[in-house]
């Protein structure tokens, strides 16, 4: 029994989680009340992780009093990528889980910033091969608030795993599907055992790859770099889109190429990226201090420049964003 009660640590804050909510979640193509948003207990999503889904950034403006979706497009092209590979076909078009998505966050009256998450998913079948002639199809949208860290400013303190990313020749990183969570979970698990912030996992091979939920970039010798898609990444929306603006905005081509772990104790600036991660420093790593320690100037500038498009305040990228609300005509 003693090893049983070493299994059941963070009952309190398993207790509090889940209390507070939005009022709608969408599920098979209607607005729901969130406690009717369920699936059955024996679907092959709860027993084996089946699923593909997308995470995605809402931001508020107060002037304009307008939500702004970010990349929509893109997460919708990425959302049907991981559905043809781990063939999910779901009876919905990318418009109408756009629309479901403008529809739910107005319907919930979000006005402050949103994570969201509309996931694909395999319902009860066959264990391990249902394929889409023996299992229902479905999908299901929740949207949560999810204000800005403090860490963003402050960065955070990483350890390198000893746990390794998974690889395209057994459960493919670039698809982003529920199953792939396990193996960030192990990850940060362990790292927050240890009394790190967070964690940055490596290939096979001992290169560099991605946290448990985002991308990696690091300056070393002035030069933005960060693992190339082969790596054994989810290809990011946040990375492509800072390669692009560091090209456009500060002048500066980023290298996509190979990344060695010692070289992450050498760099001047390493940060995470991605739509929930947004712009995160990493100001330690296995407690060698990088850079200053502190936010570097780079990190700081690529965050101005984002944070800006994100909410709407850079007309140049308008096209990026998907107003909520409409209010601008
Ligand atoms: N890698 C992993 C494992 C992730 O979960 C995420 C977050 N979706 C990212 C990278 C960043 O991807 P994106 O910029 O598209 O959000």
Redesign the pocket.
């Known amino acids: 029994w003693a090893f049983f009660s070493s299994l059941s640590q963070g009952g309190a804050a398993m207790a509090n989680a889940g209390k507070t909510h939005p009022k709608y979640a969408w599920l098979n193509g209607k607005l729901v009340p969130w406690a009717k948003a369920t699936i059955h207990i024996r679907t092959d999503v709860v027993n084996h992780g089946a699923s593909v889904f997308e ?1 995605i950034r809402a931001y508020w403006n107060v002037d304009e009093q307008e939500l702004y979706i970010f990349k929509m497009r893109e997460h919708m092209e ?1 959302f049907w990528e991981s559905m043809k590979v781990t063939q999910i076909p779901i009876p919905y078009s990318p418009e109408d889980i756009t629309k479901a998505s403008v529809a739910l966050l107005r319907k919930n009256g979000f006005r402050e910033d949103i994570h969201f998450r509309p996931t694909a998913f395999v319902g009860v079948g066959e264990m391990y091969s249902s394929s889409p002639d023996e299992a229902e199809m479905g999908c299901f949208i929740t949207a949560i608030p999810r204000p800005q860290k403090p860490t963003l400013r402050t960065g955070i303190h990483c350890c390198v795993s000893s746990w390794r990313r998974i690889s395209d020749d057994t459960v493919p ?1 670039r698809v ?1 599907s529920g199953a ?1 969570y396990q193996n ?1 979970r192990l990850a940060m698990l362990e790292a927050r055992r240890n009394g790190y912030d967070n964690t940055i996992l490596l290939t096979r091979e001992g290169k560099v790859a ?6 990696l970039f690091m300056v070393r010798r002035g030069v933005p770099t960060t693992p190339s898609v082969t790596s054994g ?2 290809e ?4 492509a889109t800072l390669i692009q603006l560091f090209r456009d905005e500060l002048g500066m081509e980023v290298v996509e190429r190979t990344i060695d772990r010692t070289e992450l104790y050498s760099a001047e600036e390493v940060f995470f ?5 947004e712009i995160t420093p990493i100001v330690s790593v296995d407690k060698l201090q990088v850079g200053t320690g502190k936010r570097g100037r780079l990190t700081e500038k690529s965050q101005e420049v984002y944070f800006d498009i994100c909410r709407g305040k850079n007309p140049k990228y308008r096209e990026w964003l998907l107003p909520v609300y409409g209010r601008r005509g």
Do not use: F, V
């Open positions: 995470g990425r990183p982003k792939n960030s991605e946290g448990p939920g985002a991308c990444i989810l990011s929306i946040t990375r990226c991605g739509s929930g991660a």
